[in-house]
Nanobody
Framework: VQLQASGGGLVQAGDSLKLSCAASGRIVSRYTMGWFRQVPGKEREFVAA????????YYSDSVKGRFTISRDVAANTVDLQTNSLKPEDTAVYYCAAGSPILSALRQTSGYNYWGQGTKVTVSS
């Protein structure tokens, strides 16, 4: 399994970015796909996930209403549309794939496969 995240960049507060995760094989349909982010010195934190099968989506409280996760099963991609970006959204964003139970969906331990990360910097 290979995951390739892209789309990061330097933007101003209030701007939008679309992050994309390209997966090898038929990953998107088989696994729950998640986005996490990490800043130096802090633990990797959950951002959003989309459940395999149902396609139900989950968000952290800090991004709910601003970010949207979606998937294209045919293209084997998962996107994270980020709107109304804030300086505190600055981080390296990682996509992940796994089969977490619901209680582990927001935890890094619930995911087996990780991409290399794409950096998002939001200036004030």
């Amino acid at each position: 399994v290979q995951l390739q995240a892209s789309g990061g960049g330097l933007v101003q507060a209030g701007d939008s970015l679309k992050l994309s995760c390209a997966a090898s094989g038929r990953i998107v349909s088989r696994y729950t796909m998640g986005w996490f982010r990490q800043v130096p010195g802090k633990e990797r934190e959950f951002v959003a996930a989309i459940r395999s099968g149902s396609g139900h989506t989950y968000y952290s409280d800090s991004v709910k209403g601003r970010f949207t996760i979606s998937r294209d099963v045919a293209a084997n991609t998962v996107d994270l549309q980020t709107n109304s970006l804030k300086p505190e959204d600055t981080a390296v964003y990682y996509c992940a794939a796994g089969s977490p139970i619901l209680s582990a969906l927001r935890q890094t331990s619930g995911y087996n496969y990780w991409g290399q990360g794409t950096k998002v910097t939001v200036s004030s």
